[in-house]
Antibody
């Protein structure tokens, strides 16, 4: 049974850096790509980026300049940092596993609400 | 901003059938597989359909989907109160180099 459990700070001030971590329990860690997706009322669901076990990452062009995804294979964890946040970054952030063969997000974390407010 | 267009809401009585459309373009649906997700209130999205029309293990066969050209559709038959949720289509977009999500459709069981 694959489970993704995520955590991180839920309240940030403008210009701070968002930091979230996702731990993967069960299943193979090296055989999949690991993603971050966010959901805000104004923009709906939005893909942020992905990383594989080797550390190779890809990002949405809209967030590439501010997002960094890293991986710790010793702990089966991956993390997201998003710099210089503004109110527009307020959203529920999800980690998710991408099945590379069929390119679907087949397992998701529980979600973390991140609010950016002064 | 969502690139894939879905109707904001659909509603039908219990035991009836509803369909949800997802309209895109040649750079996304026209060239890549479509996946569908169900999001129950307050929960994370759940994979409902993958690779256009395949059901993951454990998903009821009351759900079905298809793709034609640059559009896709999801059907729910034998509608139940537990199907009340938001439904999203997703595909990779070659032009944007990004995953694009649908605008989402809220299903209400009358």
């Amino acid at each position: 049974q694959v489970q993704l459990q995520q955590w991180g700070a839920g309240l940030l001030k403008p210009s701070e850096t968002l930091s979230l971590t996702c731990a993967v329990y069960g299943g193979s860690f090296s055989g999949y790509d690991w993603n971050w997706i966010r959901q805000s009322p104004g923009k709906g669901l939005e893909w942020i980026g992905e990383i594989n076990h080797s550390g190779s990452s890809n990002y949405s062009p809209s967030l590439k300049s501010r997002a960094t995804i890293s991986v710790d294979t010793s702990k089966n964890q991956f993390s997201l940092k998003l710099s210089s946040v503004t109110a527009a970054d307020t959203a529920v952030y999800y980690c998710a596993r991408l099945n590379g063969g069929t390119r679907d997000f087949d397992h998701w974390g529980q979600g973390t609400l991140v609010t950016v407010s002064s | 901003q969502s690139v894939l267009t879905q109707p904001p809401s659909v509603s039908e009585a219990p035991r009836q059938r509803v369909t949800i459309s997802c309209s895109g373009g040649t750079s996304n649906i026209g060239n890549h597989a479509v996946n569908w997700y169900q999001q129950l209130p307050g929960k994370a999205p759940k994979l409902l359909i993958y690779y256009n029309d395949l059901l993951p293990s454990g998903v009821s066969d009351r759900f079905s989907a298809s793709k034609s050209g640059t559009s896709a559709s999801l059907a729910i038959s034998g509608l139940q109160s537990g199907d009340e949720a938001d439904y999203y289509c997703v595909a990779w977009d070659d032009s944007l180099n990004d995953y694009v999500f649908g605008t989402g459709t809220k299903v209400t069981v009358l």
